[in-house]
C-alpha cells in the first residue's frame, strides 16, 4: 500500500528503494523454505493505545491526515514531501505552531525519505499491529520455552519469530518520521511488553527486555524513544559518520534513570564479517548477558551487506549466518523486526540467513 515514486539523494530524484519489492523477495525466499520457516499472515488488531504509549497524539493526528491535508492544499499527489525543515538556528526564537500541512510536513518529518502516500498511514498501522501480534506470540512461546528450560532443557535452542514488515520503524520518533519511517514497530511492542501486568519476574518485577539493533544505520527513533528509562537495554551496531549522521556516538549513553542503558558501537565503513560478529559476541558478553533480559527484540537490517545500493559494510552473504548464531547463543526468547535493507537480488537470502543462523541451521 505504501508506494511513493521517486526519493531525493545526494541531490538526484531517484526510485523509492524502500519499495514492496523488498516484502516480496524476502517472502518468496522463505516460503522456499518450508523445512525451516513457517509463514502466516494472521495478525490482530491492538488499536491506537500501544502505538500512543510511544508517539505524541499531534504526530498520530499528522499522519493520519497528512495525505489529504496535503491535497486539499495544493500539494502534488505524488505525496507528502517537506519543502521547509525548523532547523534549530531557525526556530530558535519562538515556537510556532504549524497551521497548514505544507508547514506541517516540516515541523514532523527530519528529511526527504519518509514520503507519505495515500495509504502510507494504513501501511504503518498495520506493519505495528503485526509486530504487535508477534510480541503476544512472543510471550507466548516464551513461557513454553522456560517450563521447558526449568525441567532441565538447555538454552541452546531458544524460540525465534519474525515479523515482516514495511514500512519499517527505528528511525521514527516520538514525534517526527523520516529514514523511510513512520511508526516505531520495535519501540511499540516493546512498550507494550513492559506494560503488561501479567508479566512478572520471579522476583514479581517487569519482564526486561534488550532491543538489537543490528541495521547499517543507528536507530535514532528507538534511542529518543527510550533514552530516559532503564528498561529495554538498547543497543545499536552502526556505521560510523553516515545517516542520520547526527546520532549514535559512543557517548550517548542515556539520561537519569536510563543513564548507561543505551549503549552505540560505530563502526568504521571497511567491517568485515569477522569484524562485525566479533563486535556483536563482544557487546553480547559485556552488555546483553550481564543485563539478565526475558526477552530480546532485534531490529533487523541487511543493509550492512556489501553491495547495498545506499549503506554497506563489507558483509557478505556468508556473514549473515554467523551473525543470527551469535544471537541464538544468548539464549532467549527471540521477536527479529524488518528494518533496512534495499539489494533486492539478495535481500531473501541475507535475511534467511540471520534467520536460520538462528535456527543452528546454515
Not at 251 to 266: D, M, Q, S, V
Not at 304 to 322: C, M, N, Q
Request: negative net charge; aromatic residues 12%.
Amino acid at each position: 500500500m505504501h508506494t511513493p515514486q521517486y526519493e531525493f539523494l545526494s541531490g538526484a530524484e531517484t526510485h523509492y528503494f524502500e519499495s514492496p519489492e523488498r516484502r516480496e523477495a524476502i517472502l518468496n525466499f522463505l516460503r522456499s523454505h518450508p523445512d525451516m520457516f513457517e509463514v502466516t499472515e494472521y495478525f490482530e488488531d491492538f488499536g491506537y493505545q500501544p502505538i500512543k504509549r510511544v508517539h505524541k497524539k499531534d504526530f498520530l493526528e499528522y499522519l493520519e491526515t497528512a495525505y489529504e491535508e496535503w491535497i486539499a492544499e495544493g500539494g502534488h499527489p505524488n505525496g507528502v514531501l517537506p519543502a521547509t525543515i525548523p532547523h534549530h538556528k531557525l526556530a530558535r526564537l519562538g515556537r510556532l505552531k504549524a497551521s497548514n500541512c505544507l508547514a506541517k510536513s516540516g515541523q514532523y518529518c527530519f528529511d526527504l525519505s519518509a514520503v507519505i502516500t495515500k495509504n502510507t498511514f494504513k501501511s504503518a498501522w498495520n506493519a505495528a499491529q503485526i509486530t504487535l501480534t508477534a510480541a503476544k506470540e512472543l510471550v507466548r512461546i516464551g513461557e513454553e520455552y522456560e517450563m521447558n528450560v526449568t525441567d532441565g532443557s538447555s538454552r541452546e535452542n531458544p524460540p525465534g519469530l519474525y515479523a515482516l514488515v514495511r514500512p519499517p520503524g527505528h528511525h521514527a520518533q516520538s514525534d517526527l518520521c523520516g529514514g523511510y519511517c513512520f511508526l516505531n514497530n520495535v519501540a511499540i511492542a516493546t512498550q507494550w511488553l513492559i506494560d503488561q501486568p501479567e508479566l512478572k519476574r520471579k522476583d514479581g518485577g517487569l519482564k526486561k527486555i534488550v532491543i538489537l539493533d543490528i541495521d547499517f544505520h543507528h536507530g535514532n527513533g528507538t534511542q529518543e524513544i527510550f533514552y530516559t528509562t532503564s528498561n529495554p537495554l538498547y543497543i545499536s551496531l552502526h556505521s560510523d559518520d553516515d545517516y542520520p549522521y547526527f546520532t549514535g556516538s559512543e557517548i550517548e549513553r542515556g539520561e537519569g534513570e536510563g543513564l548507561g542503558f543505551n549503549i552505540n558501537l560505530p563502526l568504521p565503513k571497511a567491517t568485515t564479517d569477522d569484524d562485525y560478529v566479533e563486535a556483536l559476541e563482544k557487546l553480547i558478553q559485556e552488555h546483553i548477558i550481564p543485563y539478565k533480559a526475558d526477552y530480546v527484540i532485534v531490529s533487523l537490517g541487511v543493509d550492512t551487506f556489501k553491495d547495498d545500493p545506499i549503506a554497506g559494510f563489507l558483509v557478505t552473504s556468508e556473514g549473515y549466518p554467523r551473525i543470527g548464531n551469535a544471537i541464538r547463543k544468548i539464549g532467549l526468547p527471540t521477536l527479529f523486526v524488518q528494518e533496512g535493507g534495499y539489494c533486492i537480488e539478495m535481500l531473501g537470502i541475507n535475511v534467511g540467513g540471520i534467520l536460520s543462523g538462528f535456527l543452528g541451521r546454515a
